[in-house]
């Protein structure tokens, strides 16, 4: 595992004892490196190779048994879980608050992120995919494409009366922090037709235009390059 210092985010202080492990194309990852590029706060990236298997070592093995990235580690406070991480992070360091104050807005924030994490995003890893091709001998392609579809709908319906500049509203809080990469990798990698999802596909413009979404993406980690050989030597 390699340990490279993320100082693309520049925030007020230093939090030397701050370290993510992360994959660079994780989209659970790149949801707290996304909240963590938009509070400003540095850190250190630990890189955890997927492909090679990193995530069973030992080292990893005792701060997530499940094998599951990313993991935050906080002075001698460990946290797994993209969605435990994000509540951590807002918890602790509250600076550019990342949810909202008004509770119906607050709600609808943690059901949209739920949604992603627990409704769309677990059923089409990388890991469940392959195992359905070897179970049932059937092209995974097709289910991703219609989980993603399934939770991208009921999210329009979600947010119809409130999406604004951002999810829900003029202010970018946690639903955008976990809709960003979500949308990305289902635009990319699963070819998702956003013109069924008209809500979603303005919000991804909008994402894509932040600065703060393109330090936190794959192309701008340290690990990016191993994954992909012909990407610049420049990405960081």
């Known amino acids: 595992m390699n340990s490279t210092i993320a100082l693309q985010n520049t925030g007020s ?3 030397a004892n701050l370290v993510l492990y992360s994959f660079c194309q994780s989209s659970c990852s790149w949801r707290i490196r996304f909240a963590l590029c938009l509070k400003g706060i540095p850190y250190e990236y630990k890189a955890v190779d997927l492909s090679k298997g990193e995530q069973y070592s030992p ?31 807002e918890e602790k360091y509250t600076q550019k608050p990342l949810l909202p104050v008004d509770p119906q807005l607050r709600a609808l924030n943690l059901k949209v992120a739920s949604i992603v994490h627990s409704g769309i995003q677990p059923l089409h890893m990388l890991n469940v995919l392959k195992d359905m091709e070897k179970m049932f001998g059937a092209e995974s392609k097709p289910w991703a494409q219609f989980t993603i579809d399934k939770g991208f709908s009921a999210l329009e319906k979600l947010l119809k009366d409130f999406a604004g500049t951002y999810a829900t509203g003029e ?4 639903a955008d922090v976990f809709l960003a990469p979500q949308i990305t990798q289902a635009v990319q990698r699963f070819d ?15 994402y894509k235009a932040l600065p703060e979404f393109q330090a936190s993406s794959p192309q701008r980690q340290p690990d990016y ?9 420049s990405a960081i």
Request: charged share 15%; aromatic share 12%; net charge negative.
């Open 171 to 174: 202010h970018i809080y946690m």
């Open 192 to 206: 998702i037709d956003m013109s069924k999802f008209p809500i979603l596909s303005r919000l991804y413009e909008t």
């Open 225 to 233: 390059c191993i994954h992909n050989p012909t990407a610049s030597g």
């Open 59 to 89: 080292e990893f093995e005792r701060l997530n048994p499940l094998h599951y990235v990313p993991v935050l580690v906080d002075d001698n406070v460990v946290v797994s879980d993209s969605y435990a991480i994000f509540l951590h992070l």
């Open 13 to 15: 202080g230093s939090n």
